[in-house]
């Protein structure tokens, strides 16, 4: 069924690859390898992997954790050369992630809502990167798996928003770069909006998002009709 | 705790990657693609990730339904033109794999034990594909996971092998090419022998295999012994 803006009545956010840029990590790779863009791409597919095989094992650690775990076989896999400090500095190059360019225009001009960010991250790594990317005035609700134990695409998880917003799930936009997560919002029961920034196509799990953007700030003609027509801005 | 050979009761083997070389379905995409490497990558890459997102999505298909859904991600990724006709004999290379060059040697050799094989396969893709590549003589039990509706690497599904053959966990080696497999099954309490006939690094999952083999032959040595020392073969 055609979803229309106006039956939205709360906007949650994935964060990694939706708010802030992965692909920032690019700099502190660099220190390490010739090749950063590989090592970016390795850490954070073996980061989400590493996720998803967590959750039915049974063995959740938290995402620093996760992320160091990911890092440490990045750097073997590649046979790279990280001594300990910096290796700390690549870790913590996820608390400064870039934010995409239209990420805190799109948030301010959807503040009349509830906003939310809903997120693998650790509380502390959400808090701390968020603040960096200057999201913070924005004061979205942040949801972390952390207190779940529990990875997404876990029904759970996506749970979260309509049980603290007090929204229900069918009027409640989760927005994610992440097609998979995507995925598991809208089996959950979550209207979904899918930022396809790569135009890659959407992961066949018998789920389909209400829209496909290509980028951010996309939503506020979605959600509130184009500028024109609430008389400029 | 060093795992010595006699300890070991039955063996049990993972089909795709460890008997069975994913990689012979390069001939069958060499029919779609001029790349047939990076389509076969992409695929069992997806086909993989599907079923660790099925799981905790709650939304199990069998392994037949998720290889389909893995190939037309694929084949959209990659902009492929393939026809029914083509995206069916692409499937059916799952039944008619390649077993690798040591898979049958190996199985005859350890065949005085209780021998059996645990997939994320649907009974007849790997009933099919076992008697394609003349290992149905060695007569393993064939654990699929479809009974129980879930995939690796959840516990219950490593359970079956105990629980079926009758043996203590303990005492079960189960041998795998997939190193995420490998954790799951030594997480659960199996012994392990992981098959990293590549020469990366173990997955980072708070997990560690008994042992590290590159050739399935190493395990009649591993577990009977030298040949010498057994009077000759």
Redesign the interface.
Known sequence: MMLRGTEIKAVVFDAYGTLLDVGSLTAACAAVTADPSACVTLWRA?QL??T????????Y?DFWRVTA??L??TV??LRLAVAPAARERLLEAWLALEPYPDAEATLRRLASRPLAVLSNGSPRMLETALEHAGLRPYRPHVFSVDPLG??K???RVYEEAPRCLGVAPERILFVSGNS?DA??AA?FGLRVAWLNRAG??F????QQPDWEIRLLRELTDRLDGPRDARGGA
């Open positions: 073996k992997e590493y998803f095989l967590r959750s039915p094992m049974g063995r650690v775990d990911a440490d076989y073997a896999h529990i990875y695409p876990a029904p998979w995925a598991g089996s890659v196509p992961d066949v799990l018998g």
